[in-house]
């Protein structure tokens, strides 16, 4: 998954359905809530309202993995050597 650099500057709070879970690690980069839990995520709206600490650290956490894991560079590059793992023969871009 390719995510702008820039980044939004606020924490996520998301669901634990699908690929989030790879994506945003629970507490470090985000917090995770199980789908459908609404007192789950009040608990988290206020958890980070409260924590001005907890909610800058995971500000900074999520932006730092967004320009070293997600940049459009090392996305194409990790699916290049998928690629080649499956035999692929990949084409030039024109």
Known sequence: MYIRSDGAGVPVIASKVGGIPDICRDGIDG???EPGDVIGLSAAIDKLFADSTLRNRIIQSA?????TEFVMEVVLADLGRI???????????Q
Request: proline share 5%; hydrophobic share 40%; charged share 15%.
């Open 83 to 93: 690629y080649s793992q499956l035999g692929a023969k990949p084409k030039s871009i």
């Open 31 to 33: 917090l995770l809530i």
């Open 63 to 67: 932006l730092g993995r967004i320009n």
